[in-house]
């Protein structure tokens, strides 16, 4: 039985409680949360949970192997490395860390205690990006050539971190997850209207071998969108998340180059086939994540979304603020 410490009632944190709570070989031994509004809310949930106001008795707690960090970002680093510390797996809600060299120490800590760390990229268990990941891994999409997302709507404004760190580690993790190649550089524009943290913004990430990503995020749309296109050289695919009966449409379409002796002799050729939406898992998300993390502690395997995932996140997140700050300036990874 691995027993769980969550330490974050807030947002996200009653689906975390829920998820792992409801699983084989897991039970949540203890919430804590510095708000009491917070602990009353998990009481009326869970009156058989024990509460606690003060993480140490979490983290410092002999009956709880594991810890589950869903807590604003820049307090991250110090919860999860107290935790690992004190010989307990992590779980930490994205993005990972405030800075990759945060990433690094906890990284290295978790090797050298043997322990684990699982990054919250709740996505990578959804049933389309999983069905993306076949698709891309068994050749039906070709050589890809560009990821390009939106992910926009009006709100949630965060008052810690601006919409590129809020929204964009759920797309970059994704891309990481899906495109095999490691990116090179990251150019970004943004715009703060309000504050010092931006509510719009655009990263694009350049990849070897011409591959190139796209992603739009934006605090202040009139619509919530939700979609990623994928093209690849054989087939293109369309992902929208919000629709709930064909969140996947991939279409036969395509170019084909014919380049003879010099660039006016090249010769391009349009491929337009069917279109089909395959058949997408509708397990939630984090309920797989949950039971994917106990059985890697149970089994002592390493995660695929683990530090090192979270930490590959991190370093685009950091250039694209790099590059916001020098208006759009390429910044190499």
């Known amino acids: 039985m691995v027993r769980l410490g969550i330490i974050g009632f807030g947002y996200w944190g009653p689906n975390i409680v829920r998820n792992f709570n409801g699983i084989e070989g897991c039970r949540v031994t203890r919430i804590c ?64 860390t405030a800075t990759s060299q945060q990433a690094e120490e906890l990284i290295e800590l978790a090797e050298r205690k043997n322990l684990k760390i699982m990054v919250d990229h709740t996505f990578l268990f959804t ?47 994704v891309m990481d997850y899906v495109i095999a190649d490691r990116p090179e550089a990251v150019l970004a524009t943004g715009a703060n209207h309000f504050s010092d943290h931006e509510y719009v913004a655009y990263v694009t990430v350049y990849f070897p071998d011409h591959i190139i990503a796209h992603l739009n995020v934006n605090w202040l749309s009139p619509v919530k ?13 369309v992902w929208n998340d919000i629709n709930p009966d064909e969140k996947i449409k991939v279409y036969d379409k395509g170019v084909k180059i014919q380049n003879k002796e010099g660039v006016y002799d090249l010769l391009v050729s349009y491929r337009s086939g069917d279109m089909w939406a395959p058949k997408v898992e509708q397990t939630e998300a984090l309920r ?44 190499y990874l």
């Not at 708000?35 to 509460?51: D, F, M, V």
């Not at 192997?65 to 307990?88: C, M, Q, W, Y």
């Not at 969108?225 to 695919?237: A, D, N, P, S, Y």
């Open 288 to 331: 797989l994540e949950a039971e994917y993390f106990v059985k890697c502690i149970k089994e002592d395997q390493t995660p695929f979304n683990d530090g090192n995932a979270g930490h590959r996140v991190v370093k685009i997140l950091e250039a694209a603020e790099e590059s916001i700050k020098q208006r759009g300036k390429l910044v």
């Open 127 to 173: 049933g389309a990006v999983r069905k993306i990941k076949q698709l891309v891994d068994e050749d039906v999409i070709g050589k890809v050539y560009y990821y390009d997302s939106t992910r926009v709507n009006l709100g949630l404004f965060q008052h810690d971190v601006n919409v590129i760190w809020d929204l964009a580690p759920h797309d970059i993790s």
């Open 225 to 237: 969108v939700r979609t990623t296109l994928l093209g690849g050289e054989k087939k293109m695919l």
């Open 33 to 96: 949360d510095k708000n009491e509004e917070s602990l009353r809310r998990a009481n009326k949930i869970y009156p058989e949970i024990e509460k606690v106001s003060d993480c140490k008795a979490v983290i410092s707690a002999g009956d709880i192997d594991a810890v589950a960090v869903i807590t604003p970002v820049s307090t991250h680093f110090e919860l999860a490395r107290r935790a690992l510390e004190n010989g307990k797996h992590v779980f930490v809600e994205k993005p990972f």
